[in-house]
């Protein structure tokens, strides 16, 4: 089977350079799939989980949003602000944080706040239900 | 003689401790030097992946696309974000900063200060407002603290509280070079991105959901990319520059003490001639 080059990179350098046969990831515009020789595409990735395949294997991370470039040379890059897989989430810090962020959500004081409580919520739950998912 | 002989010594020694704690300091730089030099590789493919793809996008969109990020304001203040360092020792590293900060900030300019040094600064030289938010930012090198300040300022852009916003930061050109630098970050200069693309090629990208809601997206991330990686290279900057102040001081004791050794041995070796003649002429008187 034919495969492409998935190319993950994060602010604190490339996070994976692989070869995978399939792509799952969550785009501002739904959910994709993307295979090898996939026509150039640039969307916007949510805060998500995504996944990739490896000969039958199944690799998943969750994505704290990003950006996603699938150029015409068979590779894809992922842009994340945070890229993790279930062995490096620490679940008790996502507790943690998802009970911060619904404590500030009850509260109701500013817009700005509850927006940023509302992402922050996002991104635990979603390395939550990675971690978890195992 | 032997008054002078204990003053040398003296200075000899504490000659001596303040080399060791130069030494210390140049030992402590060199390995913080290292560590964000990493960093500032780490990064590099992240920023140039974020700025050929906004570029790729401006340049297949043929300028149609329409950002309120693209566009000039013409009300709000201007804004400038001033990279310091929090600790001194380290050369002209600062004065240098604050000799452009002179020239380029103007008197209702808004200041994001980063680094201690530069908001003492700017509070005892300028009347400007400053904003010491984000002034740990240059230690804790935070990305989540730049995403942040990133959305914040480009909240203010959007509702044109913002007109511009410069940078004022110390370019790394090598070991013992560093440039002090103004770049400006918003409006997105599009002949900035344009200059690195490679030309000719026109792949018919997909742009999804449409090329505008992608570079919405992606110009945060290539500020965000942008701002750490300038704020990784003055660190990276202040690092080598302290490296290499603490070296020459180093150096300089190294000379001290040797010249005052010598003074020292001149020293002893006259007041021995000394008690030696005093002997001499002592035994000759009782012969």
Do not use: W
């Amino acid at each position: 089977m034919s495969k492409m080059r998935l190319h993950i990179v994060t602010p604190h350098g490339t996070y994976k350079d692989t070869d995978v046969d399939y792509l799952g990831i969550s785009t501002t515009g739904g959910d994709l799939g993307i295979l090898p020789h996939h026509i150039p595409l640039a969307t916007g990735v949510t805060i998500s989980e995504m996944h990739y395949e490896v000969d039958g294997k199944t690799y998943r991370f969750a994505i704290a949003g990003g950006f996603m470039y699938v150029d015409a040379d068979n590779t894809v890059t992922v842009i994340g602000n945070a890229v993790e897989s279930p062995e490096e989430i620490d679940l008790r810090r996502a507790e943690e944080a998802k009970q911060r962020a619904e404590s500030r959500l009850k509260k109701r004081d500013q817009n700005i706040d509850t927006k940023r409580a509302e992402i922050a919520l996002k991104k635990a739950l979603i390395r939550i239900a990675v971690k978890n998912g195992q | 003689m032997a008054g002078q002989m204990q003053a040398i010594k003296r200075r000899i020694k504490s000659i001596d401790s303040t080399r060791k704690i130069t030494k210390a300091m140049m030992l402590v730089a060199s390995s913080k030097l290292m560590k964000t030099r990493k960093q500032m590789d780490n990064m590099k493919p992240y920023y140039s992946q974020v700025k050929d793809t906004c570029a790729e996008i401006l340049a297949s969109a043929q300028g149609d696309v329409d950002s309120p990020y693209l566009v000039r304001n013409s009300s709000g203040r201007d804004v400038v974000i001033v990279i310091s360092s929090s600790l001194g020792l380290c050369g002209g590293y600062n004065a240098n900063i604050f000799k452009t900060v002179e020239k380029e900030v103007k008197k209702n300019d808004l200041v994001y200060v980063i680094g201690h040094k530069g908001e003492s600064y700017m509070r005892s030289h300028t009347s400007n407002d400053l904003n010491n938010d984000y002034v740990e930012l240059n230690s804790s090198l935070d990305f989540r603290q730049i995403v942040r300040l990133t959305n914040h300022l480009l909240d203010g852009y959007k509702n044109k509280e913002i007109k511009t916003i410069r940078i004022i930061y110390t370019e790394f050109v090598n070991n013992l070079t560093f440039t002090p630098r103004v770049v400006e970050l918003l409006p997105v200069s599009q002949e900035d991105l344009k200059g690195e693309e490679k030309q000719g090629v026109h792949k018919q990208t997909l742009f999804e959901p449409s090329p505008e809601a992608v570079l919405d997206s992606l110009i945060p991330m290539y500020l965000q990319a942008v701002i750490y990686g300038y704020l990784i290279e003055s660190v990276t900057s202040e690092n080598a520059s302290r490296r290499t102040s603490m070296e020459n001081a180093t150096d300089n004791a190294d000379d001290l003490t040797e010249q005052l050794q010598l003074k020292y041995n001149q020293a002893r070796q006259s007041a021995i001639t000394n008690e030696v003649s005093e002997i001499i002429a002592g035994a000759n008187a009782e012969s």
